[in-house]
């Protein structure tokens, strides 16, 4: 018996219906009691994920130029995928306009998050972050229809 391949189509994937479109994560529970949190905004259209990451630290983990009074923002972008009730995504960091990021302040290289899919609703979704347990409350602020693209 012989291994095959299959040719994979030249078209991005559907994704998963009730996460299309863009979810903001408008507070965090405690957050005046924390060291640091990120707020997440993300897009999710097809197979594709884009978040925007703001995070408010009180305290400096990078050079002073980076830190920027406690509050910054880091953008990332990749594919995702839903397996029962996880949602993994896999990305990159990338600059403002969603370009490749090779060097500069904050985090560079891959983007890789696991979440626990708490709940979903037409216009909320709740996550878990398996990485640091802190909850993502996410609302819907804009329905977008997949219309795959071109590879």
Known sequence: MSASCR????????????????????????????LNYTKHKFKFTCDSFYVD?????????????????????????GVYKVRGDSLFLSGTYTKKNYKQKVSGCYQI?????IFYIKS???????LESV???????LVLKEHIICEPKAL
Do not use: M
Not at 109 to 113: C, I, T, V
Not at 120 to 126: N, P
């Open 53 to 77: 990451l703001t995070t408010h630290s009180k305290v400096n983990y990078y050079t002073d130029s980076c830190f920027n009074n406690g509050i910054w923002k880091e953008y990332a972008k």
């Open 120 to 126: 979903s609703s037409a216009d909320q979704l709740d």
């Open 109 to 113: 290289g891959r983007y890789e998050k």
């Open 7 to 34: 040719r994979l189509p030249n078209v991005q994937g559907r994704g998963e219906e009730f996460l299309q479109g863009v979810w903001n994560q408008d507070s965090i529970t405690n957050a005046d009691n924390l």
């Open 131 to 137: 990485g640091n347990q802190r909850a993502c409350h």
